[in-house]
């Protein structure tokens, strides 16, 4: 930790960066994001097991860019979560610096996006233990056993998108529930768009989900949807052979595109 | 009291709480008195979709070449409920949306389900860190918004304050169900008050401007946990949805931390960025509220800060409010 506020310190007070994006105490026991601009109130910055929550969501808010150069206290799914947002155009590598924390909670030193590549290359990048074994419990159900489980969990779904708002990868400033010419998507929560609404988050994260959980944790109702968008993961994994937010210049496995293409397919 | 419950819900839902296996709690229309708790803390979900539904159909339609019909809803069928078990903030919080729903044009939606609502209140023998009805002008045995109020006593047994005629009513349909209390000690949780609510308002009104909301709001994500698990939060959106000539018109729940709350046709958003939706989710509590509807929007249930992911906790702002 006092690694961490030394590195913070020296960032800010030379200028490297105009804001840190870190973890605090909160209220009741809990940890809570903190963003510091001044270098005399980087104490308050911690970290400890309790620091997951996935902060590479503030790196696309506006609020949060107009600082100007950001630092960000950074576990490995943050890190990932950083590699996708550069793959996707939505973060400049010179706009961020990692103050990168490994899995014994040192801190790591990358002096470029690189080298935090090659760091994330020797991590391991498959779900969690935890995630692994409630999929292998859900997998052994039969479809309309699995059916019937995610319907009893959507049931309790109030459309508050804490798991849309929460995810780093959900930067859409306009989501395809809040289009309503077409209407995809019912807004009210009931049964039929409960779980349209989950099935359509978790396919837009197909091949982009960093297994962080965050979208699990935030949910007020407590629905383990991260399990649908980890499961995913398993399947990108087992059909493209890649893993989501290990480098910077990655294409997404659903949706390959590049600026320069010619759009010739568009009729 | 299992034969109160059984009496009760003899002719009518009864809608009471229940504790599920992942040890939160939730009201279910008419679950086994056995599976009802009497110790929980707070339901994660308030009870305002009693009276709120998540979803409230407003009218039907039908569209043909020629013409189109609409069928309004039949609010006679809207049936009798029983709201067993609710804490006194949650009670208090009818109030509070009466004066939203009922302040110029009466809604009778809301309305019609809040006259047949019977609501047996129960006194809170438990708290935690985010209770603070006490400093918004509640307390935990506090009767508005009751028929009846339980109080649990220290040999196991309940109290009864018989509040309104409907609570009259349940002591004269069962009268052998009560006997005369013998002044056995309550138990009543203790709420620390931590801001004087008036203050708040007061200094409210000079804070627009103040930087404390883009400072104390960085960390909200925009997601709409606090304004759906609140019991006093009332805006909501309405939407038709058809198939084919045949469709609805429904309103249901939305919330002002949306982005798309404000955003208007031209691509306008008054409330552009977060810090303003969250200081509008302040103001409208304790200082709009206060003013055009004389009824403070909060109700100190706390719900707000224990759901959200981010630890945006209320009544820690409210206390550098009141002096800001």
Known sequence: MHNLILKAKELLENKIVSVIIGFETGSSGKVRPVFITDSNKADSLIFDERCIQNLAVYLTKKEVKQFGKMGIVATLPIMRSIMVLISEQQLSPENVVVLGISGDGEVLDFADITVMQHYIEKCELGNPAKEQDMLATLNRLNMQEKFEFWQKEFSKCIKCYACRQSCPMCYCTRCAVECNQPQWIPVQSNNLGNMEWHILRAMHLAGRCISCGECGRACPVGIPCHLLTMHLVDQAQSYFGVYAGISDKMSSVLSTYAPNDKESFII | ?324
């Open chain 2, 1 to 324: 009291m299992a034969k109160l419950y059984a009496k009760l819900s003899e002719d009518r839902k009864i809608y009471a709480p229940v504790e599920a296996s992942d040890k939160k709690v939730n009201y279910q229309y008419n679950p086994d008195f056995k599976d009802v708790t009497f110790d929980h803390l707070q339901s994660t979900l308030s009870v305002k979709n009693v009276v709120f539904p998540k979803v409230e159909n407003l009218f039907y339609f039908t569209n043909s070449k020629t013409e189109s019909s609409v069928t309004d809803i039949d609010l006679d069928k809207i049936p009798e409920v029983v709201l067993w078990g609710a804490h006194p903030c949650d009670t208090a919080a009818y109030d509070v949306l009466r004066s939203i729903f009922c302040w110029d044009i009466k809604d009778e939606f809301f309305a019609k389900r809040l006259e047949k609502l019977t609501v047996v209140g129960l006194a809170c023998s438990t708290s935690d860190a985010y209770c603070f009805c006490t400093s918004v002008g509640i307390s935990p045995d506090a009767v508005k918004g009751s028929d009846i109020l339980l109080l649990k006593l220290e040999n196991g047994d309940y109290k009864v304050s018989i509040i309104t005629e409907k609570g009259k009513a349940i002591l004269e349909q069962s009268p052998d169900l009560f006997e005369s209390y013998n002044n056995e000690a309550e138990i009543v949780a203790t709420v620390k008050q931590r801001f004087d609510y008036k203050q708040v308002t007061e200094h409210l009104k000079d804070s627009f401007e103040n930087p404390f909301w883009v400072n104390n709001s960085l960390r909200c994500v925009g997601c709409g946990a606090c304004a759906y698990v609140c019991p006093t939060c009332a805006c909501f959106d309405i939407q038709d949805e058809a198939q084919g000539s045949y469709g609805r018109r429904y309103r249901s729940w939305d919330s002002c931390g949306f982005g798309l709350f404000t955003l208007h046709t031209s691509g306008h958003n008054p409330r552009e960025v977060q810090s303003q939706r969250w200081r509008q989710r302040v103001m409208h509590k304790f200082s709009y509220m206060p003013e055009r509807n004389e009824s403070l929007g909060c109700v100190g249930c706390g719900r707000c800060s224990r759901a959200c992911p981010v630890d945006m906790n209320i009544a820690e702002q409210l206390e550098v409010l009141q002096s800001i």
